[in-house]
């Protein structure tokens, strides 16, 4: 017997008899009458409904038990239209029967996470996920909506499963381009797309290009610092961290009604409103306006100013938006954000007080006043997720009495900070407490150095480079690094020591007793004037988010292990040696790290761990760009500069930049005219090999030069192949992680190669067809069918996320699903072999450039197969509705500016688009 389990989306109309039926079946075991066979390499099954249809499903387990997942029903055999199948080109002979449902459950079930046993209904994101009562309720409420949790509570996915609900121009908005990056990649797997909506996954920085490309570049806290490091003294202020928040988040951040504060408003703010003291404030102003002045003379822009100034440029166009990780966003960006929603009310926010590890002075009230803005003044869509799907047991524990002393000892601004957590694991995990012994941190570093699973956590940047004298893994973070991170295990250092008076003065009043509460009382605090309150926070809640970075296990490490903050968290000092075995990460593994963490801005352990396991000298980014200025500098001499540019070659090398060695090799740097000698070498056997389909050759020279080792003309392996139509290098590339977001020197994708082979070679074999007299036989359509099904195989896993390109002094980002990214690729592929070419009348000077009427359009929209570009898209309203909405003279917000018309219904893509590959 088999419980049954549905995707939320599970049609059965038009086969609700034959349906419940193969339901029975399935549950009482006979897969016999169900005819369930297996598809082979995957774990899908498919139940017959009836002589056309068929059920897909497959097995997934839960405390032991086994169910039946119900997930779509493929209609008339029609498997490439399968939303789980992603196009793949299959019929009935790949399919095998099975040897019993018990066997094939325990062989390919799937484990989730949590179960709603009350709640049959399963989400899928990037994994199964099934919702508890309380996120089910969340999930069917109305906008605007602001949901309240920690990490590992699920916001993000309740977030993007309600964004699937949401019809028209969407928008998912966050400050790090890695989350919405990854938010991104998981709304979007497993196949989904929704007709109804066209949602775009942007960043501040994306978001305010859309408006208008700013000019230079976003100031980063390292470009802060090194200035601020001139000017420290004279204001005898020795804290570049908060100096810089209050710049950004006090300054610039907190106001509305102006570019930043005037020194008559900065000098008002209450004791709540600014960390720093009266006088302190007085030397910093003149300092702010130094700032404002270093900004302009180092082409760099402060992201709040630019929110400002983009609100007379920002207009009306998104139906919904939703921020995440609200709290690390400012006033004046989230005014500048939710200005471009239709309707005001549209919104769903969602972030964690308790994780804000800087003084930025986010509370909850404030956001709240955009309910009262749209008239709604209720509190009820305010909703907070108290449950952790991450964390093991005795981490959620301290966690939680880090919070109760959080509220005993300051109270709280509002309630939507007001919460403790409970977890569905049921592993314990533990929290062990160490004094400084040196011999300790020795033996733990020896037994987890080599391991990708165990991270070190410190307070500061600075506390770093004293963390990496004991323990040797790559993977040191100050709390702001760790943001966002997670680790199986993780090592604390000094979070109490470093601040001992302060941590006194956190817990003063707070007694065992109140760390016994089950929940936290809504309580302001006694004292409204006390100025330190916020700076106390900062130091709870650094701690408080590095504890939380452990999913398992925390090692802690205290100069004042007596402290009584730690006594008063019910922690003792661990006498017994270190029990931990040795656990050893191998080499891929290590690289994979690096990778996430690059793509989480995360250069310097990245390149750290690089250099460990490839073996070559670290070199940090400032290294890097003084050690390349005098490398490629023209002017120096070789004997001057030998040494930096034997280190740019070998940096170089190691990171596989071979326009760098070919500019050593154009100053004539010996060895690197020597090693391009032998690349160009290497390049034409690459192209050779990947045309005659000879993998063993072309894997030897991805060894030696990486997975996106490119020609000249910087066509990668990738493209190649797609070219060439090579389907077990094609998958050989991308079983490797080959890039598909990579441009050749046309701007062009791999999934451009591949279908401008296949418009090349469906077009001839259409002409061989129209000039033949005879019929066209099975064989002619069997061969017919061939770059249909490559095309249908390789679509989505050639498809990058989005096509961006600058146009207008603005910066587009096209979702790959809709329209408008189809014909973008349809006439930058065609343009070259158009039939009609003219001389633009007002635009000369791009020479004769291909022009398509809406016969050539929709022709070419006919030859592509349903499974990539459904009916209703190939029809001539549609296209040419699309067309003319994107046409660079059109005044409309939702204008992408992509095409020039020449005349009534006839169109070239704008030759002056600029692309941008990652």
């Not at 498997?79 to 066997?103: C, K, M, N, Q, W």
């Not at 500098?633 to 280190?647: F, L």
Request: charged residues 30%.
């Amino acid at each position: 017997m088999f419980d049954i389990l549905y995707h939320n989306d599970l049609d059965i109309k038009s086969v609700e008899k034959t349906f419940a039926k193969t339901l029975k079946q399935l549950q009482t075991g006979d897969f016999k009458s169900a005819d369930v066979k297996k598809m082979q390499n995957s774990g899908f099954y498919r139940a017959r409904l009836d002589i056309r249809d068929r059920l897909l499903f497959n097995f997934v387990t839960y405390e032991q038990q086994k169910y039946v997942l119900l997930l779509e029903v493929i209609k008339d055999h029609n498997y490439a239209h399968s939303r789980f199948l992603r196009g793949a080109s299959i019929d009935e002979d790949h399919f095998v029967a099975i040897e019993s449902p018990e066997t094939e459950a325990d062989k390919t079930a799937v484990a989730l996470t949590y179960l709603n046993k009350s709640n049959k209904a399963i989400h899928t994101l990037n994994k199964f996920i099934s919702f508890d009562r309380f996120q089910e309720d969340v999930y069917g409420l109305q906008l605007p909506l602001i949901i309240v949790g920690s990490a590992g509570s699920g916001k993000t996915a309740l977030v993007l499963e309600k964004l699937k609900s949401l019809h028209g121009n969407v928008a998912y908005i966050s400050l790090s381009k890695y989350l919405v990056d990854n938010a991104s990649s998981i709304y979007y797997s497993l196949g989904y797309d929704n007709e109804n909506q066209e949602t775009e996954f942007l960043s501040l920085k994306d978001y305010l290009a859309l408006w208008q490309k700013p000019e230079g570049r976003e100031v980063e806290f390292k470009d802060f610092e090194r200035w601020f490091a001139r000017h420290a003294q004279a204001v005898k202020i020795n804290e570049p961290y908060r100096v810089y928040e209050e710049f950004k988040g006090v300054i610039t951040g907190s106001p509305v009604h102006t570019e930043w504060l005037s020194r008559e408003e900065y000098m008002d703010l209450g004791v709540k409103q600014s960390i720093f003291s009266l006088q302190e404030r007085e030397r910093l102003y003149p300092l702010f306006l130094k700032y404002v002045e270093w900004l302009k003379e180092e082409r760099l822009y402060d992201s709040n100013m630019l929110c400002y100034n983009y609100l007379q440029k920002v207009q009306p166009y998104y139906d919904y938006i939703m921020v995440d990780e609200v709290q690390d966003i400012t006033n004046i960006q989230l005014k500048c954000i939710l200005a471009s929603l239709k309707d005001k009310s549209h919104f769903i926010l969602t972030g964690d007080s308790n994780q804000i590890v800087h003084p930025n002075f986010f509370s909850w009230s404030k956001i709240k006043t955009y309910f009262y803005e749209t008239g709604d003044t209720k509190d009820n869509q305010i909703k907070i997720l108290q449950t952790n799907y991450r964390n093991s047991l005795n981490v959620v524990e301290l966690s939680n009495n880090l919070l109760k002393i959080k509220n005993t000892r300051f109270g709280s601004i509002d309630r939507e900070s007001n919460y403790l957590v409970d977890t569905v694991s049921t592993d314990h995990g533990e929290v062990l407490l160490y004094a400084n012994d040196e011999k300790k941190k020795n033996e733990l570093n020896r037994r987890t150095q080599n391991s990708t699973k165990f991270a070190v956590i410190v307070p500061t940047n600075q506390q770093k480079a004293q963390a990496s004298r004991f323990f040797k893994t790559p993977l040191i973070f100050s709390v702001q690094e760790a943001k966002g991170l997670e680790y199986e295990n993780v090592i604390l250092t000094d979070f109490v020591s470093t601040h001992e008076a302060e941590f006194r003065e956190i817990i003063a009043g707070v007694t065992a007793e109140d760390l016994k509460q089950d929940a936290l009382r809504y309580n302001r605090a006694a004292d409204k004037h006390d100025k330190d309150a916020e700076i106390y926070k900062f130091y709870i809640n650094s701690f408080y988010v590095a504890i939380t970075r452990a999913v398992k296990n925390i090692y802690i490490f205290e100069q004042r292990a007596d402290h009584p903050a730690l006594r008063l968290l019910q922690m003792q000092e661990t006498k017994a040696e270190i029990q931990l075995k040795e656990v050893k990460s191998s080499t891929e593994e290590w690289l994979d790290e690096a990778n996430r963490l690059e793509e989480q801005g995360k250069y310097e352990q990245a390149e750290q761990i690089r250099a460990k396991y490839l073996g070559y000298e670290y070199i940090s980014q400032e290294q890097l760009e003084t050690i390349k200025a005098l490398a490629l500098d023209p002017a120096k001499k070789e004997a001057e500069v030998k040494k930096e540019r034997k280190q740019l070659f070998q940096y170089a090398v190691n990171h596989r930049q071979y326009d760098w060695i070919d500019a050593l090799a154009k100053l004539q740097f010996q060895r690197a005219v020597l090693f391009m000698k032998e690349i160009r070498n290497d390049r034409k056997e690459y192209d050779k090999h990947i045309r005659l389909g000879n993998k063993a050759k072309v894997v030897s020279l991805t060894q030696k030069y990486g997975t996106d080792f490119a020609l000249e003309d910087n066509s990668t392996g990738l493209m190649l192949a797609a070219t060439y139509g090579q389907i077990e290098l094609l998958n050989e590339f991308l079983s490797k992680g080959a890039s598909r977001t990579l441009l050749d020197s046309r701007n062009r994708f791999a999934l451009d190669c591949l279908f401008d082979t296949y418009l090349k070679t469906k077009i001839q074999k259409q002409k061989q067809i129209q000039n033949s007299k005879q019929r066209q036989t099975y064989a002619q359509k069997q061969t017919a069918s061939a770059e249909d099904k490559l095309l249908i195989g390789f679509w989505d896993k050639l498809k990058p996320q989005t096509l961006e390109y600058e146009a207008g002094g603005r910066l587009f980002k096209i979702s790959a699903h809709t329209m408008l990214f189809f014909l973008i690729l349809l006439l930058r592929n065609k343009q070259d072999s158009q039939t009609y070419k003219a001389v633009h009348e007002t635009r000369p000077e791009l020479g004769e450039v291909g022009i398509f009427d809406m016969n050539d359009l929709e022709q070419l929209a006919a030859l592509i197969p349903d499974e990539i570009l459904p009916p209703y898209r190939k029809k001539r309203t549609y296209i040419n509705s699309v067309m003319a909405l994107h046409e660079v003279t059109k005044d409309s917000p939702y204008c992408k500016l992509a095409f020039i018309r020449c005349d009534r219904g006839r169109y070239i893509l704008d030759p002056e688009l600029i692309y941008n590959g990652v």
